[in-house]
């Protein structure tokens, strides 16, 4: 056997080329296994992706007031699972998610979603020397990876019967979308808190027929339907007539609701608006004979102030509004 000033030696090999010198290096270390306990310790490393995640609703989700007031403060216990998670990988990929007991004000937070049961992270790159063990894992980016909490209200399921799903077009290319720099995708999460997202998801059109008013809705964006996720989330279509110069405005008229009723809602039907589907409405009224406006309205909370007399102008957002010649 060799000794090391042997192997040394032979390294060196002389030629009418010269000497070739054989460099061994030594191999990069793993870092050693870190315990997260919050994701403030993932800002260290990562304060751009940090922010957004910091400003998004899977941050918000549990000291959203709104959430808080529909769950009854959470004395509703169902709604914990999926406002406050254990980390996905350890209750499974697709699996429906468990409540967590820790730092339940950090909402959906970064060990949630990358946490893997080993100490490590899941990650799209392998980094065995950086400080969090990043491991890709294809799985962070499929649907299942959400499934587990945002298809409590059906919303993957939705996905599934849709041309996006069968594009492979999943959930983060339009939630997640890539940021212009190309460094990575956006965990601000967009979504159904974005009126401007939600204005790309649906077309309103208007026209006169001869029965009336023809007032429809189309879901041409959304890859599940329209809205989705939340039973607390609401859109309205409205009619009204056009006032002449000088007189105030003429109160809006309510067409058409599209939501999902809560279980204990046994009165009301389901009725979301499906990808790529159209609800249509006539209105057969003597006042939309002259000039009228159409609109559709969005709600995060499902109820009116006044259930008589709702008024959309001072508790919806509007998403679309068009104004109908005769």
Request: charged share 25%.
């Given at each position: 056997?060799?000794?090391?000033?042997q192997?040394?030696?032979?390294?060196?090999?002389?030629s009418?080329?010269?000497?070739?010198?054989?460099v061994?290096?030594?191999?990069?270390?793993a870092?050693?296994?870190?315990?997260?306990?919050?994701?403030?310790?993932?800002?260290?490393?990562?304060?751009?992706?940090?922010?957004?995640?910091?400003g998004?609703?899977?941050?918000?989700?549990?000291?959203?007031?709104?959430?808080?007031?529909?769950?009854?403060?959470?004395?509703?216990t169902?709604?914990?699972?999926?406002?406050?998670?254990?980390?996905i990988?350890?209750?499974?990929?697709?699996?429906?998610?468990?409540?967590?007991?820790?730092?339940?004000?950090?909402?959906v937070?970064?060990i949630?979603?990358?946490?893997?049961?080993d100490?490590?992270?899941?990650?799209?790159?392998?980094?065995p020397?950086?400080?969090?063990r990043?491991?890709?894992?294809?799985?962070?980016?499929?649907?299942?990876?959400?499934a587990?909490?945002?298809?409590?209200?059906k919303?993957?399921?939705q996905?599934r019967?849709?041309?996006?799903?069968?594009?492979?077009?999943?959930?983060?290319?339009?939630?997640?979308?890539?940021?212009?720099?190309?460094?990575?995708?956006?965990?601000?999460?967009?979504?159904?808190?974005?009126?401007?997202?939600?204005?790309?998801?649906?077309?309103?059109?208007?026209?006169?027929?001869?029965?009336?008013?023809?007032v429809?809705?189309t879901?041409t964006?959304a890859?599940?339907?329209?809205?989705t996720?939340?039973?607390?989330?609401?859109?309205?279509?409205w009619?009204?007539?056009?006032?002449?110069?000088g007189?105030?405005?003429?109160?809006?008229?309510?067409?058409?609701?599209?939501?999902s009723?809560?279980?204990h809602?046994?009165?009301l039907?389901?009725?979301?608006?499906?990808s790529?589907?159209?609800?249509?409405?006539?209105?057969?009224?003597?006042d939309?004979?002259?000039p009228?406006?159409v609109?559709?309205?969005y709600?995060?909370?499902?109820?009116w102030?006044?259930?008589?007399?709702?008024?959309?102008?001072?508790?919806?957002?509007?998403?679309?509004?068009?104004?109908?010649?005769?």
């Open positions: 056997m060799l000794n090391a000033k192997i040394f030696g032979a390294a060196l090999v002389l009418g080329l010269g000497a070739v010198a054989l061994f290096h030594k191999p990069t270390e870092a050693p296994t870190r315990s997260f306990t919050s994701s403030q310790q993932c800002k260290e490393c990562h304060p751009a992706v940090f922010e957004e995640w910091a998004s609703q899977h941050a918000h989700s549990w000291l959203n007031p709104d959430v808080r007031a529909l769950s009854n403060d959470f004395a509703n169902d709604c914990i699972d999926c406002h406050a998670p254990q980390e990988y350890s209750t499974g990929i697709g699996a429906r998610v468990l409540p967590r007991t820790a730092r339940r004000a950090e909402g937070d970064c949630a979603c990358h946490a893997l049961p100490g490590g992270v899941a990650g799209t790159t392998d980094a020397s950086a400080p969090c990043p491991v890709a894992m294809a799985s962070l980016r499929s649907v299942d990876h959400c587990g909490c945002h298809d409590q209200h919303t993957v399921s996905w019967e849709t041309k996006y799903a069968q594009e492979g077009i999943g959930c983060v290319e339009c939630h997640m979308p890539m940021r212009a720099d190309g460094s990575g995708r956006d965990h601000a999460m967009h979504g159904g808190h974005s009126l401007e997202m939600v204005r790309q998801a649906t077309t309103l059109f208007a026209e006169r027929v001869a029965g009336g008013l023809r429809a809705l879901n964006g890859g599940h339907h329209f809205p996720d939340e039973r607390s989330r609401a859109a309205d279509l009619w009204r007539p056009l006032a002449a110069a007189e105030p405005a003429r109160p809006w008229r309510h067409l058409w609701r599209f939501r009723p809560y279980r809602e046994v009165d039907v389901d009725t979301l608006l499906p790529d589907a159209t609800k249509e409405v006539l209105v057969d009224d003597l939309s004979r002259g009228v406006e609109a559709l309205t709600k995060r909370t499902p109820y102030k006044d259930p008589l007399r709702p008024d959309p102008e001072l508790e919806a957002e509007f998403v679309h509004r068009a104004v109908v010649q005769p």
